[in-house]
Every structure is written in structure tokens, then in C-alpha cells.
């Protein structure tokens, strides 16, 4: 089950801010599942694990600077972007997702939190990282975004995709061995549910 101090536990270097926006998270989820139904009813027991504290493992490996332009592509409900978005509030981040009433829940909760650097819109301008919840075979994923990652990088990982993935993807990143890195989400976080949870960094 689990509860917002899991967050707190993981992350104890947060502001009173970043707290009282964790906090109120799952109320307003359930709040809009009410309405639209964006995260099953039985995954909303298991919130804070499989969706905010699999989200933030992205926050384990990359440390976004102010400024930094994030794209979170098939966010669904708003993951991994809005809790990233409340661990980096003054990172620019724009959550894309092709179903209309997913993206009208992301910017209720983004209203609600006051969220500024949360966009929806697409874009034209390259990103410094995009990061994703695996909505697609990795290669697949690849070819969708190819050509929007710029090439300066501030950050001690190239700028790259950043993808959250589970089971036995060895086939799927074979074509991009020499430019991917594997980290174990294991390695950060003791929860049953990551076993087999694993974090995709793809150099640009």
C-alpha cells in the first residue's frame, strides 16, 4: 500500500513545499479517476509505489539542473512527470500524451499543485532528456523521437532518453548497445515490486 512518507523516506532532503505537493497528490488522483479513469482502481492502492516512487527512480540516476527542457512522452496521467516535476520545480517540463482526456487530468493536477514549468503542448524546440514509462517496444520509441534531443549537455549524463522499463528487454536495445546504459532500480529502492524494474539511458 504504502503512503506519501515512503516519498519522504527516500528523498528526506525535500522543502516543506515539495512535502505538502507530495501529500496531496493522491487526493486529487483519486479525486479525477473519479471522472476519468487513468489509473485502475486496483493500481491506486499500490499509488505511491508503482507510480510516484517508480517515477522519482529517474531522480536516483540524474539530478536535472534549473532550465533544463524535459519531455515526458505518453505520460498517461502524468507519469514519470509530474512527480519529477514537483522534485525539480524549475525544470521545464512538457508532458505529451495522444489521448485528450489523459492530458486533461495532467493539467488538473498541475493546476491544482501549481505546478509553472508543467506544459502540455507539443513543441517544436529539442529537448535536453526525454524520459518515458515504456509505452512501446524501446526501438520503436526510438524511431518516435528521433531528432528531438539537442546535443550541448550540462549535465553529468549526455543528454539522452531516460526510459523506465521492465522485463527482459536484452533484444530490444541490442541495436543501441554501444550508446546504453542499464541501471537496476533495485540498487535504490527495496520495494518487491522493482525486481525486475530497470531504468534505460540512452546516449544522444
Do not use: C
Amino acid at each position: 500500500m504504502g503512503t506519501v512518507n515512503l516519498i519522504y523516506d527516500y528523498f528526506p532532503e525535500l522543502t516543506e513545499e515539495q512535502r505538502e505537493r507530495f501529500a496531496r497528490l493522491e487526493g486529487l488522483y483519486r479525486e479525477w479517476n473519479e471522472k476519468i479513469n487513468v489509473i485502475s482502481r486496483k493500481d491506486m492502492d499500490e499509488f505511491w509505489v508503482h507510480h510516484v516512487l517508480h517515477s522519482l527512480a529517474i531522480a536516483k540516476i540524474i539530478r536535472f539542473a534549473p532550465g533544463t527542457r524535459v519531455m515526458d512522452v505518453g505520460t498517461g496521467g502524468g507519469f514519470p512527470g509530474i512527480p519529477l516535476a514537483i522534485l525539480f520545480p524549475e525544470v521545464n517540463f512538457y508532458l505529451i500524451d495522444s489521448i485528450g482526456k489523459k492530458i486533461k487530468v495532467v493539467e488538473g493536477i498541475r493546476d491544482a499543485l501549481g505546478l509553472q514549468h508543467v506544459r502540455t503542448e507539443h513543441v517544436a524546440e529539442q529537448q535536453d532528456f526525454i524520459v518515458s514509462r515504456a509505452v512501446t517496444a524501446f526501438p520503436a520509441f526510438v524511431k518516435l523521437i528521433r531528432g528531438k534531443i539537442r546535443k550541448d549537455s550540462a549535465h553529468s549524463l549526455d543528454n539522452g532518453v531516460i526510459y523506465l522499463k521492465g522485463g527482459d528487454f536484452e533484444e530490444e536495445i541490442a541495436p543501441f548497445r554501444s550508446k546504453v546504459k542499464i541501471y537496476s532500480i533495485p540498487d535504490f529502492f527495496s520495494e518487491d515490486f522493482f525486481e525486475t524494474k530497470k531504468i534505460i539511458y540512452l546516449k544522444n
